[in-house]
């Protein structure tokens, strides 16, 4: 994906992002992927863009109103106007507003500015992007679509990842449009096949690399095997996590801890929670709205029950951000409320 240099003029940085703003000497911070969303006056959201692996590059005081500032950052674009139909980037709200958020639940809210210069230019449809199968033992469906590629080139696939036990891990949905066979770099019967476009929406990162080969030996059994990784490796690991098997009744009293000393983002918060209450590998959502569905039952715990929330006061500073500019109360504290209200006694220490 090219890179480009944008201006986010006017920012009102909150949260996460006011921590890379009090650094100014420190140069090229990452803010990973951004959610940039504008809406009307009123709220109602007209457009949307992701900004991909975005650095921090430079920042000053806004030229017209010092308190604000003036952001310029390297990243990739991804533009989502098809969101909203009918919507025509030549007809701009009169009184737009740009709201910034760290992508998905990586993180939460960055704040505001009033433009961001380069958004709105024209670009290029996304190239073609060659996805490489190394050592493949073709079937008889992939033998097919080997022999006439052309009837094939408008079908999907899904490629699955297994750990050594043969259980999946990871799904990536692939068009079988087939540029190049050949035999394998591996030797023997097998056949390295090149497909014409392997999508990039969901492709894993290059930093998945060691959560998947840790993954790969086996289901995780231990605790905290996330916790030396940085925010995005955390949302990779959460990639991977599993549900609680839907065949267990929910459990429901008792205690449970939470080791909260690696709690120092949100996909940390969701993974320590996770281990808490269902176990290591345990999926228990990413974000709160869909908590409050797992606290409602079918996840394997069910209020009332006792959390004794240890180190809480790590997750107190790092999530001590708010859902929204101006919110109330900050993530941390929502958390706390939204246990409470499914019946949860919440014991900070």
């Given at each position: ?143 097919a679509a080997l022999g006439n590629p052309q ?199």
């Amino acid at each position: 994906m090219p890179r480009e240099l944008l201006t986010l003029r006017g920012c009102t940085p909150a949260g996460p992002w006011h921590d890379v703003l009090a650094f100014p000497d420190e140069a090229t911070r990452s803010l990973g992927n951004l959610d940039v969303d504008i809406s009307d006056e009123m709220g109602c959201p007209q457009f949307a863009w992701t900004l991909v692996d975005t650095v921090v590059i430079s920042h000053s005081p806004n030229a017209t109103d010092p308190g604000l500032v003036d952001v310029v950052v390297g990243t990739g674009v991804i533009e989502h106007n098809e969101v909203w139909p009918g919507a025509d980037l030549g007809t701009m709200p009169a009184v737009p507003r740009f709201a910034l958020a760290e992508e998905d639940y990586r993180g939460g809210p960055v704040g505001e500015c009033r433009s961001v210069d380069g958004l709105l230019a024209p670009r290029k449809v996304r190239p073609d992007i060659p996805l490489q199968l190394i050592g493949c033992e073709p079937g008889e469906r992939l033998l097919a679509a080997l022999g006439n590629p052309q009837a094939r080139a408008q079908e999907w696939g899904v490629l699955v990842a297994l750990d050594r036990f043969g259980r999946e891990m990871r799904s990536h949905w692939v068009r079988m449009e087939i540029a190049k066979v050949s035999a394998s770099a591996l030797g023997g019967s097998l056949v390295d096949i090149t497909l014409a476009d392997g999508g990039d929406d969901d492709r894993p990162s290059l930093g998945a690399r060691r959560i998947w080969e840790t993954w790969y030996q086996g289901f995780p059994t231990m605790p905290n095997q996330w916790a030396s990784l940085d925010t995005r490796g955390r949302a990779e690991w959460l990639d991977l996590t599993r549900p609680h098997p839907g065949d267990e009744p929910d459990r429901t009293g008792g205690t449970h801890h939470l080791e909260g000393q690696f709690v120092t983002d949100k996909p940390g918060l969701y993974c320590a929670l996770g281990e808490a209450l269902i176990g290591p590998g345990r999926w228990f959502e990413r974000g709160l709205e869909d908590l409050n569905d797992c606290l409602g039952g079918r996840r394997g715990v069910l209020g009332p029950f006792t959390l004794i929330w240890h180190d809480a006061d790590v997750a107190r500073d790092a999530l001590n951000f708010t859902l929204e500019p101006g919110g109330k109360l900050t993530y941390f504290e929502e958390s706390v409320r939204l246990l409470e209200s499914r019946g949860v006694t919440v014991v900070l220490r």
